[in-house]
């Protein structure tokens, strides 16, 4: 058995979802030959409760010049870290002179308000690519992995740090023990670290597990990530929910005893308890259950082919390899999906090798069926698609498969 990136604890495997490629690693047909694959499976801590990854994708894999991902695609997102970025300007970094650090800013949607707004603040991010769109929008940034060293040479040039925030960044860092040895370094005596993280509780309660892929080394709850938080000499100090992604967390870790915890932390983890999130048996039936949402979609995906019904997939979110590539949905059930971000269109998705085109064709392809790979951003979907909802159907698979 796997030890624990966390704690070096026994770790027991709960899911298989099988050979998987680099979910944000998107392709030209020319490099198909050269396509990286690993098993994506996930194991719980028998010590710490860490849910994470069994095997390991190098970092430079991940993370390159050529990665896809655009955090300001989305209205949803760009609104969200815009309200994240002026809560925190009224609260921590209201003082004297004010410095955030914000670990993967990817192309700046959170920063760019702080820097509007004036304050000191540094993107850490190693996709160069994408944190030159970071600074067009008038945002410092060091590409760079986030690490003890890093953080060195941040607090040299700059001082310590008020805030340190991730969003949808910590939980993809696999050597926790130098991201936390980084921020020690880097974070004043009376600052915040605050991430927020998909959440394990709604991987469960949704049937998510398209959430799980390649970046997303661990899956965190209150829980496990207080165990980690004592063990590098932090304290979890308060929780809240975030919409994004079908429903996150928001973590805020100081030194301990610099502030009183919040009930809800202590909520969270009754709640936790309650519901059997670090339970063997919690994650039999999530097994059992995301088998069966396989076993119904190829179904369904078939009938449709068979009937001479067509289906154009929606979004190429990460998320898409996890289930395209899981259920072995190929361009014979759904010929493309398609995507609003330029860096993706003209691409594969990867792993499956769906073709991924702009949203234009999915007009002029007028399908009777569309396949929501994008389903976290569906409100913002079915208002700009008004037209196609009223002739076409949509399919769904989480938390289980439907049409409508």
């Not at 936390?180 to 709604?202: A, I, N």
């Not at 059992?288 to 979110?317: F, N």
């Amino acid at each position: 058995m796997p030890s624990c990136r966390i704690c070096g604890g026994v770790v027991s495997e709960l899911l298989d979802l099988g050979r998987q490629p680099s979910a944000n690693r998107f392709l030209a047909r020319a490099d198909i030959a050269r396509e990286f694959m690993f098993r994506l499976a996930i194991g719980m801590c028998h010590s710490c409760t860490m849910v994470q990854l069994i095997e390991d994708v190098p970092e430079e894999i991940r993370y390159h010049d050529g990665y896809r991902y655009r955090a300001s695609g989305s209205a949803t997102h760009r609104r969200h870290f815009a309200r994240v970025a002026r809560e925190l300007l009224a609260t921590e970094l209201a003082g004297p002179n004010p410095f955030i650090v914000e670990i993967g800013c990817n192309d700046g949607v959170m920063l760019e308000t702080i820097a509007r707004a004036g304050v000191r603040h540094l993107g850490v991010d190693p996709a160069k690519e994408v944190t030159e769109l970071a600074r067009e929008r008038g945002v410092n940034v060091l590409d760079a992995f986030f690490g003890d060293s890093v953080a060195e040479g941040i607090r040299a040039e700059h001082g310590s740090a008020d805030v340190i925030f991730g969003a949808n960044t910590v939980c993809h860092i696999a050597y926790q023990d130098s991201l936390l040895r980084g921020v020690d370094t880097l974070l004043g005596p009376d600052g915040v670290f605050v991430f927020e993280e998909p959440y394990l509780g709604t991987v469960i309660s949704q049937m998510a597990f398209d959430q799980i892929y390649d970046e997303h080394v661990y899956y965190f709850t209150a829980r496990s990530v207080q165990q980690m938080a004592q063990r590098y000499g932090f304290e979890l100090v308060d929780v809240g929910r975030s919409p994004l992604h079908g429903g996150e967390i928001r973590y805020t870790l100081t030194r301990p005893g610099r502030r009183r915890p919040s009930p809800a932390v202590g909520e969270l983890l009754a709640d936790e308890r309650h519901r059997g999130l670090a339970d063997p048996v919690t994650f039999q039936r999530f097994a059992d259950a995301v088998a069966k949402i396989r076993d119904d979609l190829l179904t369904l995906l078939r009938d449709l082919r068979d009937r001479g019904s067509t289906v154009v997939g929606y979004g190429a979110p990460g998320k898409t390899a996890t289930v395209t590539n899981y259920c072995g949905i190929g361009p014979e059930l759904v010929p493309f999906v398609v995507d609003s971000t330029p860096a993706k269109q003209g691409l594969l998705v990867p792993g499956s090798h769906l073709p991924v085109r702009p949203p234009q064709a999915f007009t002029t392809a007028n399908p009777d069926y569309a396949l929501l790979f994008a389903w976290n951003h569906a409100d913002e979907i079915m208002a700009k698609e008004q037209a196609f909802s009223r002739r076409g159907k949509w399919i769904r698979y989480v938390p289980d498969v439907r049409v409508g």
